[in-house]
Each structure stands twice: as C-alpha cells, then as structure tokens.
C-alpha cells in the first residue's frame, strides 16, 4: 500500500491537468507527484500507463510541468513566452514515441506501445501542450482566480469566463470565504 498523498486534479485537458500537479503555487504549494511511483499513478489515471520511472525522469517531468505553466501562463496574458519553455516543451514532444489512433467512438486516443517509458508519455503531455498554446484546440488559457492557486487552465465554456481552474476546490474555497466575509460584517440582531 502506498503513502497517503494529496488526490489528483484530473480535468478534461491533459497539459493543464499535468500542471495541476502542483497547486496553491502562490501559497503553500502542494506537490501530488513526490515520487516517481506517483507520476506511474498519475500517467495511468490518464491512460498514458508506464512501467517504470526513475527519479531522473520525475525531474524531466517536473520540468515540462513548469514549462507548461509558465508557457501557459504567459499566453493567458498575452505575454511572450518564455524561451526556454518553449525549448523545454519542444525537447518533450520531439523525443516521445506515442501514436495517435482514433477510437470507436471517434475520438482521438494516444496510445504507447509495451516498451514506451516515461519520455514517450511525456511527449504526449508536451504535444497536447502546443496544442492548446498555439491556440489549435477550442477554447481559452485563463488564470485561476484563487489568489494562492493562479492555475492557468484551458476554458471551454461557451461563455469563456470561467474564473475557477476547478470549482470544487478553488472556487468553493472563494465561496466559503467570501460566504464567511459576508457573515462577520452583516449586522447582527440584538435580542
């Protein structure tokens, strides 16, 4: 049986759900993938299952994680990207071997072989990230709301203005605060 660890934050986009493997990054950052072992659990839970993975490939992992983000993030604002994210991101996806095939239900699946390791699964994560910077995909970057989180996320609400990169933690978090807030400054009734 493993350690406890924090759960994962699985959205429907692979890169940005990679990045939110370390949240509350202008807080008190917690990391969901402490171990190699870990990112094993994490690349499985979005079908890109591996075998193996040495502390090494963790540190490769981590530092495509924070060239997304920090790709990301600057495109969310409309900034350059940095330079070396993009180097970072590009390594990734050029030395991953996975293939695209297309399932029964049409949709677009990326599959590994028995042999494929860590680089490959993290080719796919770097592909889907240039997909979504390079604005190939529908859909917006956008930056958490949270002042402790500052996720970017991908919004494909019709409306794009979602303000959450997952409302059933930062934005419910908002709500109870701003709930709480209203609470202390509301008068209270005297009897």
Do not use: Y
């Amino acid at each position: 049986m493993h350690a406890e660890f924090p759960d994962f934050r699985l959205g429907s986009v692979l890169a940005t759900s990679f990045t939110a493997t370390l949240t509350e990054r202008q807080g008190n950052p917690v990391e969901r993938i402490p171990t190699p072992h870990r990112l094993i659990d994490w690349l499985a839970l979005n079908g890109l299952a591996v075998d193996s993975c040495t502390t090494a490939q963790l540190d490769l992992a981590r530092e495509l994680r924070e060239s997304i983000h920090a790709a990301a993030t600057a495109a969310a604002i409309q900034d350059t990207i940095p330079a070396s994210s993009v180097h970072v991101i590009n390594e990734r996806s050029v030395q991953g071997r996975a293939a695209a095939i297309l399932t029964s239900d049409g949709k677009r699946r990326w599959q590994l072989t028995s042999t494929s390791g860590v680089e490959d699964a993290l080719g796919v994560i770097a592909a889907d990230a240039i997909s979504i910077i390079a604005g190939e995909r529908d859909g917006r970057l956008a930056l958490c709301a949270s002042p402790t989180c500052r996720a970017a996320f991908f919004d494909t609400s019709q409306s794009r203005t979602r303000r959450w990169c997952d409302m059933n933690t930062c934005g419910n978090r908002q709500k109870k605060a701003r709930f709480n807030a209203n609470r202390r400054n509301s008068p209270t009734s005297a009897a």
